[in-house]
Nanobody, 123 residues
Framework: QVQLVESGGGLVQAGGSLRLSCAAS????????MGWFRQAPGKERAFVSA????????SYADSVKGRFTISRDNAKNTVYLQMNSLRPEDTAVYYC????????????????WGQGTQVTVSS
């Protein structure tokens, strides 16, 4: 069993930056793909970014490419999402997810989820 706890959300002005962290419990974190999803009010949860267990494979949603960077530190059981040049449309609850495989196009198939952290970008 893996438990995920996100932190780092908050209120920021457009153009600003935030770094989200997702701390995982469990000894198998380093074996898992990890990712970030977000859910804006009235919208479905959507893929943001994913990283393989080794960090060697990374993917991003088109809407965040060039602005967001995902990384992981397996020694600390933590995955990060550095968010730069934030826009009001990035406002959402951000969720960390993980599992043997990270499903970007089938949200409900992902095995483990955090409780989410709110990111609000003001214009």
């Amino acid at each position: 069993q893996v438990q995920l706890v996100e932190s780092g959300g908050g209120l920021v002005q457009a153009g600003g930056s935030l770094r989200l962290s997702c701390a995982a419990s469990g000894r198998t974190f380093s074996n898992y793909a990890m990712g970030w999803f977000r859910q804006a009010p009235g919208k479905e949860r959507a893929f943001v970014s994913a990283i393989s267990w080794s960090g060697g494979s990374i993917s991003y949603a088109d809407s965040v490419k060039g602005r967001f960077t995902i990384s992981r530190d397996n020694a600390k059981n933590t995955v990060y999402l550095q968010m730069n040049s934030l826009r009001p449309e990035d406002t959402a609850v951000y969720y960390c997810a993980g599992g043997r495989r990270l499903y970007s196009d089938n949200v409900d198939a992902n095995q483990y989820w955090g409780q989410g952290t709110q990111v609000t970008v003001s214009s």
